[in-house]
């Protein structure tokens, strides 16, 4: 695996970190690369991808803190200590869900078609989410339950490990790819206004619902102390928030198909 770079005054850039960049720098390009072809302000693609920055940080580290707690933190932390940690375990879901409110309020403030930009930004969504995670793999973060197999693709053995495990990143990497892949295709052959969001929200929330069955849920925090992340129903807390994607993307489909 690679870590990253550090330098001789100890500063480190993780390749999560680089992943992470290439993802916004990378949906930029295809958000305005789509503006133009629609004859729309790219400004508005810069807007767009800045505040689903800010807004899918923010969201992705305080999700992370429902999963797993604050077991993290050191005694008595304050606001500053939590935003200090906000460089490591941030959780896709709730960068979701915290950049969806980020770019919903920057549409209503600028009175965009919120369906109409819903679609623009879908594709761009599985993109950003299947570079993230080859970031993951490369800092070993996010990994799969032992695996009885030893041999790629079913196994990776990582550095310094005796067992095996499912490469569940590069399961999700290429599933998300693919989703792009098909949306982006189908960007000019929309029916109604909102179809490719909302098919975003099931081919995504089916495909880390059934991912989430041979990933593991445990962390070592840094006091040595394994935590398990949210569980009801035999679920644990990703694969609910699927489940309410999966059926929000077919209800709305539905919905929207039957209203044009």
Same mark, same amino acid.
């Given at each position: 695996?690679? #870590?990253?770079?550090?330098?001789?005054?100890?500063?480190?850039?993780?390749?999560?970190?680089?992943?992470?960049?290439?993802?916004?720098?990378?949906?930029?390009?295809?958000?305005?690369?789509?503006?133009?072809?629609?004859?729309?302000?790219?400004?508005? +693609?810069?807007?767009?991808?800045?505040?689903?920055?800010?807004?899918?940080?923010?969201?992705?580290?305080?999700?992370?803190?429902?999963?797993?707690?604050?077991?993290?933190? #050191?005694?008595?932390?304050?606001?500053?200590?939590?935003?200090?940690?906000? +460089?490591?375990?941030?959780?896709?879901?709730?960068?979701?869900?915290?950049?969806?409110?980020?770019?919903?309020?920057?549409?209503?403030?600028?009175?965009?078609?919120?369906?109409?930009?819903?679609?623009?930004?879908?594709?761009?969504?599985?993109?950003?989410?299947?570079?993230?995670?080859?970031?993951?793999?490369?800092?070993?973060?996010?990994?799969?339950?032992?695996?009885?197999?030893?041999?790629? #693709?079913?196994?990776?053995?990582? #550095?310094?490990?005796?067992?095996?495990?499912?490469?569940?990143?590069?399961?999700?990497?290429?599933?998300?790819?693919?989703?792009?892949?098909?949306?982006?295709?189908?960007?000019?052959?929309?029916?109604?206004?909102?179809?490719?969001?909302?098919?975003?929200?099931?081919?995504?929330?089916?495909?880390?619902?059934?991912?989430?069955?041979?990933?593991?849920?445990?962390?070592?925090?840094?006091?040595?102390?394994?935590?398990?992340?949210?569980?009801?129903?035999?679920?644990?807390?990703?694969?609910?928030?699927?489940?309410?994607?999966?059926?929000?993307?077919?209800?709305?489909?539905?919905?929207?198909?039957?209203?044009?």
């Amino acid at each position: 695996m690679w #870590p990253g770079f550090e330098n001789e005054n100890g500063i480190i850039i993780s390749s999560f970190g680089i992943m992470m960049f290439l993802a916004f720098v990378s949906c930029n390009f295809f958000i305005r690369r789509t503006l133009k072809e629609k004859k729309i302000d790219t400004k508005i +693609g810069d807007d767009i991808i800045f505040w689903a920055a800010i807004g899918g940080i923010i969201g992705a580290k305080l999700y992370y803190y429902i999963e797993f707690g604050f077991s993290e933190l #050191p005694e008595g932390a304050g606001v500053w200590d939590i935003i200090q940690s906000f +460089g490591s375990g941030l959780v896709f879901y709730g960068g979701l869900i915290g950049g969806f409110f980020a770019v919903t309020l920057y549409l209503y403030i600028k009175k965009l078609s919120w369906l109409e930009y819903a679609d623009i930004v879908a594709p761009l969504l599985a993109l950003g989410h299947s570079i993230g995670r080859v970031g993951c793999f490369l800092v070993h973060d996010c990994d799969g339950i032992e695996s009885k197999y030893d041999f790629f #693709p079913l196994a990776v053995q990582f #550095p310094n490990m005796t067992t095996h495990l499912y490469p569940t990143q590069i399961y999700e990497m290429l599933a998300y790819f693919a989703i792009f892949l098909y949306l982006y295709s189908y960007r000019h052959k929309v029916n109604f206004k909102g179809e490719l969001f909302f098919e975003y929200l099931f081919l995504v929330g089916m495909s880390r619902f059934l991912i989430e069955f041979i990933r593991s849920h445990e962390y070592l925090n840094s006091y040595g102390e394994w935590v398990e992340s949210f569980n009801m129903f035999g679920l644990y807390g990703a694969q609910h928030i699927s489940l309410i994607m999966i059926i929000a993307g077919i209800g709305f489909h539905y919905y929207l198909r039957l209203k044009k």
